[in-house]
């Protein structure tokens, strides 16, 4: 029945019939060579005539669908059909039976009797061929059925693994496709989908944050803005590129765990509902809390100290952060994924931050070797800032800050600002020091140490031995922060005196509680915050943090 | 100076001069015998002058204070000495040096040359002696100073170990005692401390959730209540036996992650702020989001699906989960540890139950391997529920709903309800039947499926085979519930159903959200959602979730 819809199907030849009526309508007698002509015609009709019932008993056979039973519903049966991944598919299966359930990314007819169905699992892609031979079982039916498939619908294919002629460039397995013999559907999808899964695969136009719309390129080949892309997440996530981040934003946590255990250091949990602001910010989330309100954490500060004077020596957490802040930059969220950490040192705070620089570098030295195929991956999208640069001894650079202003004052950059303690320095400063440092150092991760006291928080301990800087430090990515730290106070007295410094009320509620924390005494300690996402983001080279997260959330974007 | 305050000092003789005097002073003559008397008495009393001065010589010695440098502030100097932790304290060290960083448990004063201090490192007891030999150099003023410490502040000793005589019952490491030789101060902590570690040892009393008021036990020692040691929870944190209880809580989240990562899972971190409230529930917070207002995730239930129909197979994620519920109840709390997972299926949702149960089980039993010790401190004060019985086979006891709903009504309870599918099971039926499964099965953990559809929610999937019933599922503990989950519907046209047959409308924008996951085609997928903190309150036997829970939050509690 929809034969015709078909292409380069060829055009059905003049009915022979008609022919052999002019004939009969003409008025002249027929001549030896028209009735040669005619009894050459009559043959000719009869041999269509033939062929025509032929067609006609093979339509009818092709009506019976010799396929019934091999595609459409998944039959209702207890007999369990063992599925293989594609990333499990080679050589070993060539001429062997197979069943894989993947998703459909695209179909193309050949004709009545051969179509081609690119399939598609977690980003990978897979090529099938469906062809009927005379013989069956594979019928026309079930080729125009498979041809047919909604783009992104899930199906369950069997088929013979064969070793194609020429490898399939368009395939991720370009040396192995399959031969359908029976198909069936899992999951539909919806006639038409929002975007394509192959567009969203490009990065999106650059600047392009949050109100982007939807751009071609040269080409004029569409590009899917970053906000479709987030408003479709479900597909936006079906790209390799996003399975492959998705899995280097996994291995950050599971790094960060790894490495905090098996130092002896204890998994927290601290509570993100509180009674009070603990670090004085106004960037903090008001919650109606039954008849009064709450506030949502913005850092676990006050509790992992609280956990270091309760004697847990050395706790983590993995756990969201809230901030308050409008800010609509590359790089900031309302909502992130916080690594923190806090421990207590004997002798110097540079034994936890020895500690954290180990920390980082285990991090960023095996996701390169555990995530090579991902990283390439992600490389084939975002090219731009190249492999990430480790130290090549293995070893954090640690400069201090001052170093740091140095270097950028060397470069011609006016510091003037940062040597009077006034500000500290600007993105664009971190930035430039970034390549500064690249270029002198040969590494995209460094740290910087003792901060002016001026620009670090109340609870950060001063140098005993200049209390004009502080036993505080900064981690860098490519020149942009992603983890502030510090040596803490840890007596009470001090700490009243630090926030009167710094024009705070000491006797507020919110201070009280936490200074109540030190009152019974309380081991010289130290600690920092990393942000998952940005970790992500610069290890990856990302222009936008956005796509360093599953479902980002700024002052915009509140959904999926 | 000081050396009148010390007890048992014999009080001074009669000065000898004055008897001397005394005889100059005399009428008579002296006899003989006087004489000879006197003689006697003269020389008796060079004797004393000459101890006199003795004495007074060794008191200019001892003003001078021969352990100067020995004990008060910590000196400032380069030189490391390197510590050792109470766990690594054995036989080796005995007649050895070592220095130990830990805090004031307790102290006594023998006498002006002897003294007592039992130091506390993470809850474990070590004592110590400080004694004053006549040669020095600990003196007198070091004993005083250090007998004189205020209770929990923390200190850095170095003295030799030493074998004691008898076995020290009263510290846990009764075979090894520290002979002093050096004190600093570490971090001092205030004179007088809200409670005592000790009394915080003894668990609260029963039924004490969160008002309760000191009160004694038998023997008129004070029973220190659940609100007080939550309203000090860095003197609470401190006790053997939440030091144990906060590793097991580690613990449970440390092998979940390793189960999930083992098997292929990916991490994932979903938002927390939602623009809308996806399970229809009430019971949510309300969060000022800017202009508008977002809402706290209930579950990560939407997002882990996203996940899902975003091709990413198999996903988890160790996370805060809110709950607005005004519940006032020994295992209720509005934030918690949720541990949840998502997972496709090929076959049957039983794959999807089959990973969890055995994820259970992986978590239970290493519990039980890796922190035998940390389990037999908390069962010290808290013996009664016993060891949890893990099932003999290693594998979970999987019953169905139905078969509970017997087993109670065997056991004389009214099931009514339960058998019209009108209500699920109250808490006290759970706990009833976790009893009669104890006694019959001989497991504190054991599964049950199939739910009646009428009391699951409207994602659940239905058993195709008898729509009352759903493929979900509850997982127990010693009779309480752990985790809930199911299969759920992957079509979006059924969900939609499900919604209608459950009164809620499809149409509404948070369902429309949830929905639009499901349009573009979601594979079969089933999962589930544990509470951490009830893992650790059932596993232990604890009688409230808050003593499972770093900073417990309630209606009440906001704090610290």
């Known amino acids: 029945m929809a034969d015709s819809t078909l292409p380069h199907r060829p055009k059905p030849e003049q009915a022979p019939e008609a022919a052999a009526a002019a004939t009969e309508d003409g008025a002249a007698a027929p001549s030896k060579n028209a009735l040669k002509k005619a009894a050459k015609e009559k043959a000719k009709a009869e041999k269509a005539a033939a062929r025509?019932?032929?067609?006609?008993?093979?339509k009818a056979i092709q009506a019976v669908d010799t396929a019934v039973g091999l595609y459409g519903k998944l039959p209702d049966t207890e007999d369990i059909v063992p599925t293989v991944h594609f990333s499990q598919l080679g050589e070993e299966h060539y001429e062997k039976e197979v069943t894989v359930i993947a998703r459909v990314d695209n179909t193309r007819s050949q004709s009545a009797k051969l179509g081609f169905l690119m399939l598609r699992q977690q980003g990978?892609?897979?090529?099938?061929?469906?062809?009927?031979p005379p013989e069956g079982p594979v019928s026309r039916q079930m080729i125009k059925?498979?041809?047919?498939?909604?783009?992104?619908?899930?199906?369950?294919v069997t088929g013979i693994a064969k070793k194609p002629a020429v490898p399939i460039a368009s395939a991720h397995l370009s040396e192995l496709e399959l031969q359908i013999k029976k198909i069936y559907m899992i999951a539909e999808s919806m006639e038409t989908i929002p975007m394509q899964v192959k567009d969203a695969e490009r990065p999106p136009p650059l600047g392009d944050i949050v109100e982007g719309e939807p751009q071609v390129d040269g080409e004029g080949v569409p590009i899917v803005s970053l906000k479709t892309r987030l408003d479709n997440r479900v597909i936006d996530l079906q790209t390799e590129t996003n399975q492959a981040i998705t899995w280097i934003s996994s291995g950050v946590a599971q790094l960060f765990t790894e490495y905090m255990l098996k130092s002896g250091s204890r998994w927290i949990f601290t509570s993100k509902l509180n009674g009070s602001s603990t670090e004085g910010g106004s960037e903090v989330f008001e919650v109606k809390y039954f008849k009064r309100n709450a506030y949502l954490a913005q850092s676990p500060q006050l509790h992992k100290q609280i956990c270091i004077a309760g004697d847990m020596g050395s706790v983590f957490e993995v756990g969201p952060v809230f901030r308050a802040e409008e800010s609509n930059t590359h790089r900031h969220l309302t909502e992130f994924t916080g690594l923190d950490f806090e421990k207590t040192f004997e002798h110097h705070y540079h034994e936890v931050l020895e500690f954290a620089e180990e920390m980082l570098v285990f991090i960023l030295t095996q996701l390169q070797e555990r995530y090579q195929k991902e990283i390439a991956v992600i490389q084939k999208s975002y090219p731009k800032a190249g492999d990430f640069k480790?130290?090549?001894?293995?070893?954090?650079?640690?400069?201090?800050?001052m170093d740091g202003v140095a270097l950028l004052k060397e470069a011609g950059v006016d510091t003037s600002e940062q040597e009077r303690f006034e500000n500290d320095f600007t993105t664009a400063m971190e930035k430039q020091l970034g390549q500064i440092i690249r270029e002198k150092y040969d590494t995209d991760f460094y740290v910087l140490d003792k901060f002016p006291m001026a620009v670090r928080p109340f609870y950060t301990k001063a140098d005993p031995k200049d209390p004009t800087f502080s036993n505080s430090y900064d981690f860098f990515m490519r020149g942009e922060e992603i983890m502030s730290g510090a040596q803490r106070i840890n007596e009470a007295k001090e700490l009243e005196e630090s926030m009167s410094a710094k024009g705070l009320d000491p006797t507020a509620e919110g201070f009280q509680d936490y200074l109540n924390a030190f009152r019974q005494g309380c081991p010289p300690h130290a600690g920092g915050g990393l942000g998952l996402n940005r970790i992500v983001m610069f290890f990856l080279g990302l222009p936008n943090i956005r796509l360093a997260t599953l479902f980002p959330r700024d002052p915009q974007r509140l959904k999926p």
Chains 1, 2 share one sequence.
């Open 390 to 401: 480790l130290p090549k001894n293995g070893k954090a650079l640690r400069l201090n800050y």
């Open 145 to 156: 059925w498979t041809t047919s498939l909604n783009i992104n619908s899930i199906v369950q």
């Open 124 to 132: 990978k892609k897979l090529q099938t061929v469906i062809a009927a």
């Open 52 to 58: 025509a019932a032929q067609e006609q008993a093979q």
